[in-house]
């Protein structure tokens, strides 16, 4: 099945099945996309309802929906280049602050969806929706602010993708949230390794100013 053929087929669901609910909720989809947004000020909140074709891994797929959240403040990645002084070290996307699978933050994690012919995307698109109320709205707002980064960074959750430029995150929001020596504490376990601590230097000198 070709990809603009199954975009259209989820693009029909989303009008019928998501878009009012989402829309109460302050999230909106261009009439052409896949993407709901939420913006307020500097801070924006994704629902991204990506798709594979024909994947290869799934015999009989037409699709496997891999809905994700994203989530982006301003004032946190402005900081964050600020403190590397290179977007290399923040992935090459300092925008992005978390980019994780929906399927991912559910507890217990959702199953992954794969369709087998067009009859099975309304109810996905039905059962993607009451999991992203349920699980995916949270994880959204927990990871768009300072506050709440540091709230969950402090907790210890896991939801999230805690790859090493997002600790780099934490620290930025550490700071907005005049927490300076959680910052430095964060500076001090996850860039600590020689070469690691080499590759943050300005992270290390401007934290440490």
């Known amino acids: 099945m070709k990809q603009p053929e199954i975009k259209a087929a989820l693009i029909r669901a989303l009008e019928d099945e998501m878009d009012s609910p989402l829309t109460a909720l302050g999230y909106h989809r261009p009439p052409k996309g896949l993407v709901y947004s939420r913006q307020e000020g500097g801070m924006k909140c994704q629902f991204a309802f990506e ?14 929906l891999t809905p994700a959240l994203r989530t982006a403040n ?31 933050v559910t507890k217990p994690h959702m199953p992954e969806c794969y369709l087998a012919n067009f009859s099975q995307v309304r109810d996905a698109t039905k059962g993607i929706l009451s999991k992203f109320i349920e ?13 709440g980064i540091v709230s969950q960074y402090e907790a210890g959750d896991s939801r999230g993708l805690l790859q090493q430029h ?3 995150y934490v620290v930025a929001a550490s700071l907005l949230e005049g927490r300076t020596e959680v910052a430095k504490t964060i500076v001090e376990d996850k860039f600590s390794k020689p070469g690691v601590k080499k590759r943050f230097e300005a992270l290390w000198r401007n934290v440490n100013a």
């Open 166 to 168: 997002y600790y780099v």
């Open 135 to 147: 699980h995916g709205l949270t994880f959204l707002e927990d990871y768009s602010t300072p506050r």
């Open 51 to 64: 798709f594979a074709s024909n994947p290869s891994y799934a015999v009989g797929a037409i699709a496997h």
């Open 74 to 104: 301003a004032r946190i990645s402005e900081l964050a280049l600020q403190l590397t002084e290179d977007p290399w070290l923040l992935a090459n996307a300092p925008d992005v602050i978390q980019n994780q699978r929906l399927t991912l």
